[in-house]
């Protein structure tokens, strides 16, 4: 009775009615269907019957579902059927299936329907004066008396393969269960075609389920679990880009590839080649084109996504009639989407592929080959040829060459292909290392090594051996331990004698590795012998180096020294030595030069996706990150962070992810957000530790504090900025501007009634800041020492006003907001508590308002309780929203949608967000119905 083919479907479960149920529930990524399914049982068994049809593509699922389904509840008489293709124009043929299930209840039938229905069956044809109402009708007397003692579960498989009378039977009979213990359940196949469209919901009157694919994170699992031996991460990315969530794709695909394939060390198919089971479930869509149609559909299947043009002429070549596609675009296989011609099914493109024969094949490539150009013709040439044959291994690796900069990720495929054709091994060495570098610039960093290592095992000529040793140098660099990276890509420059210029690139790399653990001093060696082996050749790489040297030693406090590398070398313009500079800019408190440098990157590469460009462009908003960070554009540095930790992402680079989150992190601890900066700090603090990024846990560890000591917690602040310190003096780390750790541990021991641990700390710091230190910095040392003067008792009023005046005046040649905002903060409290409330008011009122346009919201409510323990009034943020934000304040708290306070104000929607999401900021709300709340107290203040 069941026809249960193996297209899509898991081993059936069986059992007690408990463990039928769980294992129902266990289908993977489909949740939402099952519940529905289990909604329509329940339903049935309380009396209220219905139908429903699962419709999705194949091998989304829909036979497993259906099975599963037949599981999840024993107390129903569960009968399973199936059309088939060779039963698909027998007339009742799929009746007659239900019939036989049911025909020990066909003696309770009235004689009129049971002879209806035994003629239908024996003939395949209506007698004379039988309606299709009476077929139904009988049909519907039949299941009505199969329920009658037990709720009946009737499931259909692939509805759309059964014969059109048996069809309309049952939709007859779907349509008038509601009132019986009768539940239906028909899935079928959809397509985009006008053959699949009787079986639209608003022609068959059934409900329908459509299912979808799996999300990204249930298509990963489901192809961990089906793999046969481990994937490398970049052969699991192209199969689940292949698979698009498709459940029975993602078991097969990688079931038919062999383990050097699973491996990387083996290049996968294209189109990559699908199992039987996957095969089987789209052949039939083949089968219903004619033969003409058939064969002209592997030009676009080889063509994958080519240009329409490309495969007309394509198709001329091989004397194919130029409308010889047309029934598979009716049949909806294919379709055009912007000038290409694409199939609707990725799955059916690998299908029609392999179903053709090696020699048609290779004649379709050599015709695109022919018609196309660049990359795309490499890609059939390869295709077309097999064996040895430099000639073909010259033509592509030339492609590959022209377009380099362009696509890395297609370059290094080309060159992987071309080394297939060289005929001797130091030539595919040579071509293998080109992938690998293309391969690297790409930030496929795990295929490299791969590639790598196949080069390393071809190459025989000593010159190719130390080139492939210093790729290998770097790979390991870029994907190791910072330390170990330190001392790989140093000994690597080491074994380059004779090559200066070669081995100062790896010793610049090898300086950014020691920078990264958090070790200047190693950093500072490296950078040194790079700048010694650059200095007199002048270019790019000299100006690289000098940079490296300045930042090396910016961070060790040896400011004078680092500005003066930067004025001797003149700006180039290298994306990479741009960021370089600007950091350096940055921490010198050039901020506007910084800037400007920046933007030059960014303007640059707009958007910029592949590569290096995005390496690079990860780094410059990382950097502008941190310059608006600290000169009080918080909403630019959160824009840039949040990008830059994006880019990063995309291209697997740690060190600008990390340093993305950081900022972030700092930022959310300055505006008190604990739940999202522990968040961010987390992920900050994971990725740190995965990849010996040091300096980055040191920098974690400020952000803590930061928060702590906002929050209060000053005990905590302690131990946040304690680890950092004891990072910062064992990195040999002087610079503030890279961790500010000293001064905030100095308030927070002070805060916490540590005054002589306060006081030794200071003696250090501003003996620090005042032979190398920023301005700012000189500044927060002098608001430190008026708190100590005030803490000890040992200061004159006289002494503590001079302290906080020195460290204004410091602050006015900088331009670093917050900590300016800090100091008059604490000026303002110490003219509370020393009696002279009119000009505490003054400071109080000036720091709030700073703290309010930055959303530093636990500052803020500090600055308001003393405010009004200064007898002043602690008016909330109301009066520092411009008139625009008042008026969307105002329209939102009173229950307008964004679209509507928009059609108000004549303002587009976009507009009122922005605005909207200052006003959040200012007033220290997180969403309309606190706004709605608070407004009106806000208003009044």
Known sequence: MSDWRRGEAAPETRGHASDARTAARTVLGRTAETSALARLLRDTASGRGGALFIIGEPGLGRTTLLRNLLTLDDTFRSVSLAGTAAESGLPYAGLHQVVQAHRCYLPQLPTPQRDLLGHLLATGHQRPGDTGLAVGAAALGLLGAAAARRPLLLAIDDAHLLDAPSLDVLLFVARRIAGEPIAMLLTAEHRCSAAMSAIRPAITGVPELRLGPLDAADARTLLQQSAPHPLRRYVAERLLAVA??????????????TPGQCAGNLPLDDPLTPGERLRDSHLPTLARLPDTARAALLVPAAAGDGRSGDVQRAL??????????????????????RGRLVFTDRRLRLVAYHDACTSR???????????????????????AHI????????????????????????????????????????????????????????GAAEHVAVLLGKAMALAREPALRRELGVLQARQRGATGHPRTAH??????????????????????????????????????????????????CGGDLAEAAAVHLAQVLALRGERAQAGELLLAQMA???????????????????YEAACVLLDRVLGEQPGAERGADAVRRAAALGCRAWIRLWTGDWHGARSDAMEAVECAERRLETASLAQGLVALGRLEAAQGRVTECGAVLARAAGVARAHGLELVMGQVAVAEGLLALGAGKYEEAVAGYERAGALARSAGIADPSVAPWAANLIEAYVRSGRIGEAVHEHARFDAEMRRSGPSWALAVSARCRALLLEADGRGTPGAVEAAFHEALEWHARGAVVFERART????????????????????????????????????????????????GRAARACGQLTEQEGRIAALVAGGATNKETAAALFLSPKTVEFHLGNVYRKLGVRSRSELARTYDTVAGA
């Open 244 to 257: 698009e969530g498709n459940p029975l794709a993602l078991t097969e695909l990688p079931a038919a590839l």
């Open 316 to 337: 001329a070549l091989l004397r194919h009639e130029p409308d010889a596609l047309l029934p598979a675009e009716e049949d909806g296989v294919i379709e055009l989407r």
């Open 361 to 383: 094949r290779r004649a379709v490539h050599r015709a695109l080959a022919q018609v196309q150009h660049g990359t795309a013709a490499a890609r059939h040439l390869a295709a």
């Open 387 to 442: 064996g040895p044959s430099p000639a073909v291994a010259q033509a592509i690796e030339a492609a590959a060459s022209a377009a380099a900069e362009a696509d890395p990720d297609t370059c290094a495929e080309l060159y992987e292909r071309a080394a297939g054709f060289a005929d001797d091994g130091d030539h595919a060495a040579r071509l293998l290392g080109l992938a690998a570098g293309c391969r690297q610039r790409a």
């Open 487 to 536: 001392r790989v890509l140093r000994d690597a420059a080491g074994r380059l004698a004779g090559e200066p210029s070669r081995a100062a690139e790896l010793l610049l790399e090898a300086a950014d590795s020691a920078v990264r653990a958090a070790d200047s001093r190693a950093a500072l060696g490296s950078a040194w012998q790079a700048y010694g082996l650059t200095r007199l």
């Open 572 to 590: 180039g313009e290298a994306a990479g030595t741009l960021v370089g500079r600007a950091e350096v800019l940055g921490w010198l408190e050039e």
């Open 824 to 871: 008059v903060f604490c000026y303002g409290q110490w003219l509370r508590r020393t009696g002279r409330c009119p000009q505490a008011r003054d400071a109080l009122e000036e720091a709030l308002s700073v703290f309010g346009a930055l959303g530093a919201v636990p500052w803020e409510e500090a600055v308001r309780s003393e405010l009004r323990a200064a007898g």
